[in-house]
Each structure stands twice: as structure tokens, then as C-alpha cells.
């Protein structure tokens, strides 16, 4: 099983895993969301800029493996590259850094039928030049990854041509890698369905590498672990992209039936271990990793700050679950085909509780032991809740 080193080589292992795994939180995961009915909206939930770095400082002082905060532009940077120097201010004064910049391809009107594949080329020009901006946001907040996600496609069969808008795809998204700086990269997430109801232009991940290859070698895929239909079998694609090189990173969260944007490992715990395995085996094999570790959630009824910390704390303790498992016993094991015992040990991983480990690390570092009960006991969120109270209550779709 796991457990066959010594105490603690464990603990060396365990601390050493827990160190080097960072997660990048999302601004859009502390502001009002809803569904498509409705909106309950929360008094302590964020509706600036300036208060999200406030709850991305506080996730990361209680779990300190969140020192990035995901933008996404016309949300967080309604004026574009005008709003820089302000965003670096709040970088600078809550010691949390611009991380992945999202494009919003999806809000405005004009994108009614598309946007890098309307049939209608001046709009298809309006969403490049937006894409090129978030490009240059990217260089001036020094954030490395745009993470590009379209909402393009059809409702009804025959109403547009999927070829015509795979060219034009194509052309955009080279168009974006030609202005890349040497160490940005372009991140293509996929999804199957919503809001497209027919076809969606980026539906899988074989969609996605294609136009990740094809724009240039900086860009490559992102798995949002939502983005799925049911049955499919999500390490499998994590696997084939480590062995072509295009895993770029991953928007995590879980979902019971589709995008449902739920805290991770809420509903499938197992599916997430199985996917940071695939990651922990190419590693352990000697492949060059560079992967985001990206959350994507939406919060409308948790409490948005204790739903975030909450997340990462799963996030460390699946990672690690995985980097646990003996891998070299389990290789001997899948070469004789010994079917029991390999499942066994890796299910004996996932079942390992890795708690007192990841509490032990978290007081070597300095951090809360327990950081669900320390947010608690620090009542951030009651008095961000008083003082945001005050506040209208207007609000946009997560903005
Ligand atoms: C989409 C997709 C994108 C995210 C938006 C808010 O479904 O997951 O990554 O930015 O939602
Ligand atoms: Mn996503
Ligand atoms: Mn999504």
C-alpha cells in the first residue's frame, strides 16, 4: 500500500508535494452568481476589484498556496489596459498577483451569433482585438497565461457553417499567438454544451488541441473539469494530453450533471485523485511539467470565502492522496497484470487520510492548522458583510 516508506519519509515527501503546489483562485468565485432563475445575493460577496484582492488576500493568508488571483477583463477590467495601473496598485497593497486574464468573448450583444466565429467579419475583428488587449494586459500585469474560453456556436442544425468557423478560429487564434511574448501562453478551453445548444466550435479536447497546435507552440489546452459529458472519462484525456505536451492547466470544480460549477471533489473526490495521478506519474517519469492549477466555481449558495478555502484545502489533500501512491510497486503490478493489487493500491491511496500530514506541514509553515475554522474565528467575512452591506445591491452577471 502507500504507506511503505517510514513515517517520516512520508512526512519529507508529503512536505515537499504540499510546497510546490500552488492554486490559482478566480475573482468571479467571490461575486454574486446565480443560474439562470435567479440570484441570491450575499451581503459579504465582492463587487469590485479592489474588495476580490481583499478575499484572494485573505484565502491566501489562511491557506498561503494562493498567491495568484484569476482576472476576467470586462468583469474586473471594464476599461481595458486603462485599468493596469490600478489593478498593480491592489497587487502591490494585498500582496496577491494578476493571474491567469480571462477575454470575455460572451457578454456583449454584438456576440449574438459569435465571436471569433461570427459569419459577420467586423465582429469577428471586434473579439480579436479584444483577445490582442487581454494579451497586452497580460504583459503589462506580467501574468503569463490568457486563458481563452468562447461561448461560440449554434442552436439549430443547418444554421451556420461548422467548417467556414473552424477557419476562422484558426485565423484568430494564430493572429494571438503572433503577439504572445516569449513566456506568455494561450490556454484553449473546450466545452461541449451551454450556452451553444446545437454545436459548440471548441467542444473537446481534440477540438482544442487542434487549434492549440495549429496557433503555435504556446498555447496549449485547458481541461475545465466541468466541461464534460458524463460518462466521459476525464484522467484519460489528461493522459493523452501530458503525452502529446499540451496540458496547459485545469479549471477545477464538480459538478453532479453538467457545468454545475461546485466546490471540488464535492460530488467526486475519486475523479480528481485519478486525474492528479496521471499528473504525479508523468512527473515521476521524467516529463517536464508546466501546469495551472486553476479554480473555476461559482458560488450561489456557500459562503463565497469559506467555499474557496474550502477548495483549495481539497485541492491539496487529492494532490497529495496521489502523489502518495507507490508508483514504482504499482508499475511492477500493471506489468503482471496483477488487476487486484494494482487497484488495490491505488485505491488504498485514495483512501489514505492525509489530514495530519497536510495539518503538520500547514503549522511548519506558519500557517492556521485548520483553515475553515480559522476564517471562522477571524470573523472576515461578518465584517466585510457589514461593510458591503451598505452597498447597492445592483449586480451583473458575476461581476
Ligand atoms: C465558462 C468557462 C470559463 C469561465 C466562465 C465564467 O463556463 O468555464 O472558463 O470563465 O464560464
Ligand atoms: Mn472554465
Ligand atoms: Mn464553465
Same mark, same amino acid.
Given at each position: 500500500m502507500v504507506m511503505s516508506h517510514s513515517d517520516s519519509a512520508i512526512r519529507e515527501k508529503a512536505f515537499k508535494e504540499l510546497d510546490s503546489f500552488l492554486v490559482e483562485i478566480p475573482s468571479w468565485g467571490f461575486a454574486n452568481t446565480g443560474t439562470r432563475f435567479g440570484k441570491f445575493v450575499q451581503a459579504g460577496a465582492a463587487t469590485t476589484i479592489e474588495e476580490k484582492f481583499a478575499d484572494a488576500a485573505e484565502v491566501n493568508r489562511l491557506t498561503?498556496?494562493?498567491p495568484t488571483l484569476a482576472l476576467h477583463v470586462l468583469w474586473d477590467l471594464p476599461n481595458g489596459l486603462k485599468d493596469v495601473a490600478a489593478v498593480r496598485e491592489l497587487e502591490a497593497r494585498f500582496a496577491i498577483r494578476s493571474g491567469s486574464i480571462n477575454p470575455n468573448l460572451f457578454q456583449d450583444q454584438e456576440y449574438k451569433f459569435g465571436s471569433l466565429c461570427n459569419p459577420e467579419a467586423a465582429i469577428r475583428e471586434r473579439a480579436l482585438v479584444h483577445v490582442l488587449d487581454c494579451v497586452e494586459i497580460g504583459k503589462a500585469l506580467g501574468s503569463r497565461d490568457i486563458s481563452l474560453w468562447m461561448a461560440d456556436?449554434?442552436? $439549430?442544425?443547418?444554421? /451556420?457553417?461548422v467548417r467556414k468557423r473552424i477557419a476562422w478560429l484558426e485565423e484568430a487564434l494564430s493572429a494571438t499567438h503572433q503577439r504572445l511574448a516569449p513566456n506568455q501562453r494561450l490556454l484553449v478551453e473546450y466545452k461541449p454544451f451551454e450556452p451553444a445548444f $446545437?454545436? *459548440? %466550435?471548441?467542444?473537446d479536447w481534440g477540438m482544442a488541441s487542434h487549434f492549440a497546435r495549429q496557433a503555435g507552440p504556446q498555447a496549449c489546452v485547458l481541461v475545465? *473539469?466541468?466541461?464534460? $459529458?458524463?460518462? /466521459?472519462n476525464i484522467e484519460q484525456i489528461v493522459a493523452w494530453l501530458l503525452h502529446t505536451g499540451l496540458l496547459g492547466g485545469f479549471h477545477f470544480n464538480d459538478r453532479? $450533471?453538467? %457545468?454545475?460549477?461546485?466546490?471540488?471533489?464535492?460530488?467526486?473526490?475519486y475523479q480528481i485523485f485519478r486525474i492528479f495521478h496521471e499528473i504525479h506519474s508523468a512527473q515521476s517519469e521524467g516529463l517536464k511539467l508546466d501546469i495551472a492549477y486553476m479554480i473555476d466555481q461559482s458560488h450561489n449558495l456557500k459562503g463565497k470565502i469559506e467555499a474557496m478555502v474550502q477548495t483549495v484545502v481539497t485541492a491539496q489533500e487529492l494532490y497529495l492522496k496521489a502523489a502518495l501512491v507507490d508508483r514504482e510497486r504499482l508499475a511492477e503490478l500493471q506489468q503482471s497484470c496483477d488487476l487486484v493489487a494494482a487497484e488495490e493500491l491505488y485505491r488504498g491511496a485514495f483512501w489514505t487520510d492525509v489530514r495530519p500530514v497536510v495539518k503538520e506541514w500547514r503549522e511548519a509553515r506558519g500557517l492556521p492548522a485548520d483553515p475553515l475554522a480559522a476564517l471562522r474565528e477571524s470573523g472576515y467575512v461578518e465584517r466585510v458583510a457589514r461593510e458591503r452591506e451598505k452597498r447597492s445591491t445592483v449586480v451583473g452577471s458575476y461581476a
Open positions: 498561503g498556496v494562493t456556436g449554434s442552436n $439549430y442544425p443547418g444554421t /451556420q457553417s $446545437y454545436h *459548440t %466550435d471548441i467542444a475545465d *473539469t466541468g466541461h464534460h $459529458y458524463l460518462g /466521459q453532479r $450533471y453538467a %457545468d454545475d460549477d461546485l466546490t471540488l471533489g464535492s460530488i467526486d473526490p
